[in-house]
């Protein structure tokens, strides 16, 4: 079945500086991956996604790219600001279900 | 809206007693998911609906848990009888078709 292993599980960063976390898939045959941050005590929220049709996306400060051949992708936040530290979840879709199997996370901390 | 409603936001509870998690999702949502989130095993799909009748259940851990769904506006989550091994932070989700998943702020359950 599908597995999703994410790096790194912590990652510190000075404010402005950039944080990129790393995911990597087992199954060719996903077609969609979020991305989930989570805030102390609050549910996952989307932040991001993209389809296996497409290579990269952008939204404002983050972006997210995906290689397919490789089976990675990766989460990009330009500018960090301290309102970034979480834990970000990314997650690959599991083929021919509405199910999605998530990394183990990466607590980011944004240092002020 | 709202938002994905869940109660109790905490519970603690006796090794072999029943416990039950409440979720109301966002008007509309045709899809509902429960997940359990912990330190070792990250965040796991217990079982998700749709229509209000169960699609997959593949991840409810073992006969002591049960979920169901009366309605398009209320599902339980059920646990009898709990054990510690349960302890964990469970999630309800919600969807409209096949879209962005929203999440709850979660339940935190302890099992002593």
């Known amino acids: 079945g599908e597995n999703v292993e994410q790096h790194p599980s912590t990652l510190s960063v000075q404010e402005g500086d950039s944080a990129v976390i790393k995911c990597t898939y087992s199954d060719s045959a996903s077609n969609y991956f979020p991305w989930y941050k989570q805030e102390l005590g609050k549910g996952p929220q989307l932040i991001i996604d993209i389809r296996s049709n497409v290579g990269e996306k952008k939204d404002q400060r983050i972006a997210v790219t995906l290689n397919k051949t490789a089976k990675h992708f990766s989460l990009h936040i330009t500018e960090t600001q301290p309102e970034d530290s979480a834990v970000y979840f990314c997650a690959a879709s599991v083929p021919g279900t509405y199910k999605y199997i998530f990394g183990t996370g990466t607590r980011l901390k944004v240092l002020a | 809206d709202a938002g994905v409603i869940q109660s109790p936001r905490h519970e603690v509870t006796e090794m072999g007693q029943e416990v039950t998690l409440r979720c109301k999702p966002i008007?509309?949502?045709?899809?509902l998911f429960w997940y359990r989130q912990t330190m070792m095993r990250g965040l796991e799909l217990l079982i998700y609906?749709?229509?209000?009748?169960?699609?997959?259940d593949s991840g409810m851990p073992e006969d002591r848990f049960s979920a169901k769904m009366p309605n398009a506006s209320f599902s339980t989550l059920k646990i009898q009888p709990s054990e510690p091994r349960d302890s964990a932070v469970y999630f309800c989700?919600?969807?409209?078709?096949?879209?962005?998943?929203?999440f709850g702020p979660g339940t935190r359950l302890t099992v002593t």
């Open positions: 989700a919600s969807s409209y078709d096949r879209g962005e998943q929203y």
């Open positions: 008007s509309g949502h045709d899809y």
């Open positions: 609906f749709n229509n209000n009748v169960p699609i997959d």
